[in-house]
């Protein structure tokens, strides 16, 4: 996230992006979220003071910022110490859930990928916060769709909503002004995009009109799902055993590879997009499709930006969000009160404000989103509103234990595109086949 501050606090979410993909699947990660009973405390000292053990996954700025907020919630909570010490990076909390589950020894809460929720979600040392969460001071409504959305598994709540983001699309007004392009509006389209980043390319000034992540993991693909969702496509058909995008995905990849005709798309070939944000950052590339973490490193780099939503083949506004959680575990009783408590003041607008802009995060709410404090932020960052506007149309990614096969399937398939190795049909044919092949296996 951006919100006025580099985005390193959730490491960050070009990582997260690129762990999509994930790492249980079928029966192996069954077996290993059956889980070994409770943990090895019932949390609760001689005091009768209960210690929640919280895995945040954060560094830097967003480290500094859940301590804080830690410090005030057990300064103001005297029978509750909430222990911020465990844990590891974010990109790394799966496998360390995982392993925590199978010993036995689990923390209270941990940062969990919205992506990665369905196959944690499995086991049952995780909590049902269905009724916490929905009765909890905020209404429930009140939070955006898609943070509702990325917590719900078959129906029920099964975490709280830690993180928002959106994608949008960032223009480098310098080089519009260079290449006598008009700036882009809000209900622009894909053919619109894909001509701009051809005008503004420049293969002798090595300008590039846009960029694409290029190695196949979740960052190449989560770009894309807009895309298929705004031509009425879906990540998994109703009948839950074949994608929804057989026919929309060729299409989108079409507009992909009318990019790569062009050669008008700079193609990053190492995870995280590190390389294609350093090639906007250096003006060299006129669009770049990011999200609010990357507006900090644009503004330090002295971009002239322009943010406006994404293109659509519609003409409806359509994004992507890709909502982070905080999973509670199942410690006992008094620890399972005391994580709800704990969670239940975390998102309520007066800290998850504070949050948003430390840590670099969109509301949760738009409660916080009426709040003074966040309402300054917007005005002292250019482009910000765009992104959380954006949420009112936002969609998330299912909630399925076969996504991070799927995202893997159509990864390659994004990938062989840009490359230029197979045609758009051939690809997501191949997709088709390997996608549809994991969710047929029984979970």
């Not at 930006?305 to 009783?333: A, K």
């Not at 504070?354 to 509301?363: F, K, V």
Request: charged share 20%; with cysteine; net charge neutral.
């Amino acid at each position: 996230m951006a919100v006025g501050r580099r985005m390193s606090g959730v490491p960050s979410r070009r990582a997260v992006l690129r762990r999509g993909a994930g790492l249980l699947s079928g029966a192996a990660a069954a077996s290993v979220l059956a889980g070994c009973g409770g943990g090895a405390s019932d949390g609760v000292g001689a005091d009768g003071r209960v210690t929640v053990e919280l895995w945040h996954g954060q560094t830097d700025t967003g480290r500094a910022a859940i301590q804080r907020l830690v410090t005030e919630f057990n300064r103001t909570h005297p029978d509750i110490r909430v222990d911020p010490g465990g844990g590891v990076l974010a990109d790394a909390m799966l496998q360390k859930v995982t392993a925590a589950l199978a010993s036995g020894s689990y923390p209270d809460i941990a940062y969990v990928f919205g992506s990665d929720l369905a196959s944690v979600a499995r086991s049952p040392q995780v909590v049902d916060l269905t009724d916490s969460v929905r009765s909890g001071p905020t209404p429930w409504t009140d939070y955006w769709a898609p943070a509702r959305q990325a917590v719900t598994v078959n129906g029920r709540v099964r975490a709280a909503p830690a993180l928002m983001d959106s994608l949008a699309v960032v223009c480098d007004k310098k080089l519009f002004r260079a290449a006598g392009v008009p700036l882009p509006e809000a209900g622009w389209t894909w053919q619109d995009f894909t001509e701009t980043a051809k005008r503004l390319t420049g293969s002798g000034r090595g300008v590039f009109g846009t960029g694409w992540p290029g190695v196949g993991d979740e960052d190449t693909v989560w770009r894309l799902w807009p895309m298929i969702w705004d031509l009425g496509g879906e990540v998994i058909a109703d009948d839950g055993r074949s994608i929804g995008f057989e026919d929309t995905g060729v299409r989108a990849l079409e507009t992909v590879a009318q990019l790569v005709r062009d050669k008008s798309v700079y193609v990053d070939p190492k995870p995280g997009s590190e390389q294609m944000y350093q090639v906007f950052v250096s003006g060299r590339m006129g669009m770049v499709v990011t999200g609010p973490w990357q507006l900090p490193d644009i503004a330090q780099a002295k971009i002239d930006y322009h943010v406006v939503p994404l293109p659509s083949y519609s003409g409806r506004p359509l994004t992507i969000s890709g909502p982070d959680t905080w999973t509670v575990f199942d410690n006992g009783e008094a620890r399972v009160r005391a994580a709800r408590t704990f969670l239940t003041w975390l998102r309520q607008p007066a800290q998850d404000v504070r949050w948003d802009i430390e840590a670099g995060s969109l509301p949760l709410s738009r409660s916080t989103q009426r709040l003074p404090e966040w309402r300054e932020q917007s005005t002292r960052t250019e482009g910000l509103s765009v992104f959380t506007k954006a949420l009112e149309s936002a969609r998330v990614r299912p909630a399925h234990p076969a996504y991070p096969q799927i995202s893997q399937a159509l990864g390659q398939a994004v990938t062989a595109v840009l490359l230029g190795r197979k045609s758009p049909a051939d690809a997501l044919r191949d997709c088709a086949d390997e996608a549809n092949a994991a969710l047929l296996i029984p979970r």
